[in-house]
């Protein structure tokens, strides 16, 4: 047994594994530290405070920053709902749907937002609305977010469908359930966890985006990225540090979430 | 792209076939119209005429393509020679993104392989721990590593209480504060794929080199390493390509001077300075450029499952 163990470990993994999650979080633990940092001068600590909270909220910049997070959670919460039910639409076709033709490419078109980059997305849709005459502001946003949210959503949502047993529907349709009832009463609740963890990832990734937001955005309107950017183009200012440390608290917990609803599942 | 798998999957079967174009109308519809036709369109833009504020005029022109492959002199009248401002950023690009991964790979492999070798029950909580910085937006870490790494941030002021050093390392605007702002956003793509790989690793293969008196690096090498070798193409693909179109490492860290093919695009979107078919061009030769590597990339996958399977 001790030969055995001995196999698989190879000295210096360990350190290597501790390093890497050094490298990790001493970036977002750093921030986080400064971010209640009671000195106006990010280089210099002066005592912990929540002054640079409060700033957030009630100094000169709060009027941006709430406008910037009304889009930003808005925009998060109709993309990743829209992009939620067409991957949820998609995933049973796909799962349930049999073996057809044109499964493969459907299956390409829906990941194609993970394998162009993102860089290029940004462009592309940049020169699509420019092409059609759309004038770029919200809604171009809004559009842009459902295209690159739906592959998220997706994967998740496809991954616990396929762990679910076929027979739970076809003893459904057996005592005559119709193949609607069988979707709403059996599979869509079985699949509730894969949902909701499509749901929150598509919403962070919606939440996240800087470089597809930037292009399509158009002039006057921001979202929290966006603005962040512009505000750290100046400088990196103490209220960044807040606010920036505030929307990583919203991405763990959401993330947390997802994990635990993902994980409780599979203890069923 | 981290689902790469095949769609299919072990509960498959036909209830909902009847429905099946209904239910993949939406996803056709928004991704066809959204993802799709804008690509189509860059592809037709990028063989326009620039408009000078911005935009294009509906005329066909060579001229992007031809502005970045050739030089022909100020006005344009000079027998063409090869111009090498755009495809040197391309190749400094190429150079950053490979750095970065490497980077990632020696790091990111021996962290794969030790979180597969723990209990069963503890590698979901590693993985996890592993995965939370990539939900953390991007924008928000490449701040952080610019905080981090000023000339008087904490890093140098932490290097310096120590003794380590006498006066602060100069790192940011540097084009090793872009290796290390991409090996940064993109290394829990390179952990994830090798740790699958290692996990479906059979560890009596090592014990039998073991046995034969194969030492522990040895069996690494001839026997894990090619085993393993899909996870590990997958972790480098998963962190090049991303890295090479980047634009927020290069751009908040690296300063003007490192210049990656990210910004030289951003660059001719914005303001009058900008060029709408160059813009596009550019980003044309980015997409062929990633598309021919994801093709090998999947021809390798292929053939790695194929033998596999024999």
Redesign the interface.
Known sequence: MT??TD????P???A??I???V??????L??TA?SFNASAS??IWEGLSVRWYIDVFTGPESAKFKSAAMNSFSIALMAATTAT???T??A?????????RG??L??G?????????????A??????F??IGFTRGYTTIL??H???C??FA??PI??R??????TY??AA?DLYAT?AQ??RYILLPLMMPGIISGFL?AF?IS??D??ITN?VKGAGIETL?TA??GS?KQG?KPN??AI?TM??GV??V???IS?FVS?KDNTQ | MAGGASPGGSATTDTYAGARNWLLMPAWLVLGILSLAPVAMMLVYSFLTKEFRGGVIWEFSLAAYDQFFFDRGLFGDEPPRIEWTYISIFWRSIWQAGLATLMSLLIGFPTAYFIATRPEKVRPIWVFLITIPYWVNLLIRTVSMKFLLRDNGPLNDFLMSTGLIGEPIHIINTNFAVQLGLFYSYLPFMVLPIYASVERYNFTLSEAAADLYASKWVTLRRILLPTVKPGVIAGCILVFVPSLGSFLAPDLLGGAKNFMIGSLIEEQFKGSAGNWPFGAAIAMVLLTMVLILLLLFARQQARADREAGQ
């Open positions: 030969a055995k196999v698989r470990n190879y210096g993994f360990i290597i594994t390093l890497c999650l490298i990790l979080y001493a970036p977002l750093v921030v400064y990010i280089t039910i067409i991957a639409c998609a049973t076709a796909m799962v349930r749907g049999g073996k057809f499964r493969t459907s299956f078109l829906i990941s194609l937002p993970l394998m162009v980059p993102e860089i290029v997305t462009v592309a849709t940049l020169i699509f420019n092409a559009a842009a459902i295209a690159f739906i592959p997706y994967l496809s991954a469908m396929q762990g679910i047993e076929g529907e076809q349709q193949r069988a979707f990832l962070i939440l996240d800087f470089i292009f990225p962040i950017f750290v990196i960044i540090m920036s929307l990583l991405s763990v959401m993330v947390t994990y994980k």
